[in-house]
């Protein structure tokens, strides 16, 4: 069965650093997500991305934050200078009908 | 604007024993409703979800969830856990309109311990 995949599985970076999450999306869906999990809060909505551009963004999602589908079959998430508290988990996702598929998520860590 | 309430932050239950984890939404707009399932180290997977027509909708793993939209409640039920349900489960709502409301909103989580 088709899965959204995710690299790296941790990353390890320091605080002004930048970032790029990796994921490979279900390869007919067409609408793709990020989404990050503070340790012990709520999932959180970043970003939703349909037809090569950027269809909805949350207020967490400032100009540190871009995406981008650069082949047509990774979808990045770029953040330009990492602070502390962008440590979290961040889970990508692709949508067919009404259910969205969640890759296993990387775990940045910024130190 | 969509909102979700899980009640429980954590519930411990013994094996066999038959649970349930309470949700509660709120929304200005009609909403499917979902419970995800996130076992230790891995990601986030689909229990079972609520689009429309009969309110008791039954998932994997043996997992069922009643819709009550006078309560605006979907809370998820198993009559007999396993060890292996141990894990964290997620109440989210997005909005049935197309568009901008395709996104998630999530709960805080339940984190579910079953003993032995």
């Known amino acids: 069965e088709p899965e959204v995949t995710q690299t790296p599985s941790h990353q390890v970076t320091q605080m002004g650093q930048e970032v790029i999450l990796r994921c490979v999306p279900i390869s007919n869906h067409l609408y793709f997500y990020w989404y990050r999990q503070i340790l012990g809060q709520k999932v959180e909505f970043l970003v939703s991305?349909?037809?090569?551009?950027?269809?909805?963004k949350s207020e967490i999602f400032d100009d540190q934050f871009s995406v981008e589908r650069p082949d047509g079959s990774n979808f990045t998430l770029k953040i330009r200078s990492t602070k502390l508290e962008d440590s979290a988990m961040y889970f990508c996702?692709?949508?067919?009908?009404?259910?969205?598929?969640f890759g296993p998520g990387t775990r940045l860590t910024v130190t | 604007a969509q909102s979700v309430t899980q009640l429980d932050s954590q519930v411990p239950v013994f094996e066999e024993a038959p649970v349930e984890l309470r949700c509660n939404y709120s929304s200005s707009v009609s909403v499917y409703l979902f419970w995800y399932v996130q076992y230790p180290n891995q990601g986030l997977q689909l229990l079972l979800k609520?689009?429309?027509?009969s309110t008791l909708v039954k998932g994997i793993n043996g997992f069922e969830a009643e819709f009550n939209k006078s309560q605006t409640s979907f809370h998820l039920r198993k009559p007999s856990v396993h060890i292996s349900d141990t894990a964290e489960y997620f109440c989210?709502?997005?909005?049935?309109?197309?568009?901008?409301?395709?996104?998630?909103?999530w709960g805080l989580g339940t984190s579910l311990a079953v003993n032995p």
């Open positions: 991305f349909y037809n090569n551009e950027i269809s909805e």
């Open positions: 996702a692709s949508l067919r009908d009404t259910e969205q598929y």
């Open positions: 989210a709502v997005r909005g049935m309109m197309a568009g901008n409301n395709r996104k998630l909103i």
């Open positions: 609520y689009l429309s027509g």
